[in-house]
């Protein structure tokens, strides 16, 4: 009787736009995603944007408000850093860029999938579209656009 029946998932997709001046400024996103992801175990932010665009002064925020005493920078040639964090929800910050690969499977090393699937963490990947295969469809998406002077124009997307 029932055997006929299809089912429709429906996602919804958040989707808020930010203006951000100064870097202090992305702690506003920071606690909006943060809010928006308070029922998963952890949180993959795929942060896309031009170069020098503030992908890397996001994660940093992100450390800082995270608890991170320790200087990040981006990891562009270690590809990967890893902070471990004394934070109620999250023990680990992932900071991942990909700015350098040429194709995927560079990415293989790297155990990503284990590292997305990983409870209590938090994980920043610049240049998400170098290993969207990876990346999970349930990641947030924010991508950071160079404004006027050194304003940023920031849109968040979560499910």
Known sequence: MFSNRKYIAIVLIMIKNYSVKTPVDFKDVIIDIFTETENKPSVIIALAGDLGAGKTTFTQELAKF???????????????KIYPLEHERFDTLVHIDTYRFENESEAEPLRLKE??????????????????????TDAVRVSIDIGEGEERRVVVETE
Request: net charge negative; proline share 8%; charged share 20%.
């Open 115 to 136: 590292m997305f699937s990983k409870d209590r963490s938090v994980v920043c990947v610049e240049w998400p579209d170098k290993i969207s295969s990876y990346v999970p």
């Open 66 to 80: 995270l608890g991170v005493s320790e200087t990040v920078t981006s990891p562009t040639f270690a590809v990967m």
